[in-house]
């Protein structure tokens, strides 16, 4: 079969050292999509983004993307998929300006979405600090800006609202939707309800 969802799994099933985190999950995502993956912990949702993310092998099933069970993403200069994982992936050493630049530059990102990113995280202020120096919140604030500017077409994100405050997540909901409605799909691991557009709920129990 050639599907050509952006993603595609039927029967999908992890097993770990002898035990099994999920078993025959079945979805699919198609741009300007999202899916919304809730559960208690340990229930296996951070382990499933992981899987689509291709970090973990799967067990048994099909996890396609564009029909194929190889990753793009792995063979292609711009990324398909972004990861915002339930830690912060930031250097502390480096300033704020040299973490986000960073990226900027493997992405090639325009100047001007640089500077609407900035703008909508209030960040101009923090440019010069070192990322060690960040409260939690404000980590997440940095991960989630970085996320905005990535030309990525998936974003996969594990409880990306953790630390965060009510401003803050209603800047998060501004930017899933404007990614969303550009086309874009996202898939997201969450103990929230988000009005976000297009939205497919699963639960792992």
């Known amino acids: 079969m050639m599907n050509k969802h952006i993603i595609y799994a039927e029967d999908l099933t992890l097993e770990r050292s002898g035990r099994n985190i999920f078993s025959a999950l079945n979805f699919s995502l198609d741009s300007s999509e999202s899916i919304i993956i809730t559960g208690k912990n340990g229930s296996g949702k951070t382990s499933l983004l992981r899987c689509i993310a291709g970090f973990y092998p799967i067990t048994s099933g099909k996890l396609l993307w564009y ?41 090639s990102v325009d100047k001007k979405i640089f500077m609407e990113s900035l703008e909508i995280f209030s960040f101009d202020k923090f440019l010069d600090y070192p990322a060690s120096w960040l409260s939690a919140g404000e980590k997440r604030r940095l991960s989630l800006l970085r996320l905005s500017f990535c030309p990525a077409k998936v974003w996969i994100m594990d409880e990306p609202s953790i630390y965060l405050d009510k401003e803050n997540r209603n800047i998060l909901i501004k930017i899933i939707k404007k990614h969303v409605n550009a086309g874009g799909a996202i898939i997201c691991a969450t103990h929230e309800k988000f009005d976000i557009p297009n939205v497919k709920e699963y639960s792992l129990s």
């Open 67 to 107: 029909g194929e069970q190889i990753l793009p993403a792995y063979y292609s200069e711009k990324p398909l998929i972004s990861w915002l994982g339930y830690f912060d992936a930031i250097k502390g050493s480096l300033t704020v300006k040299e973490n986000l630049n960073f990226f900027r530059e493997i992405w």
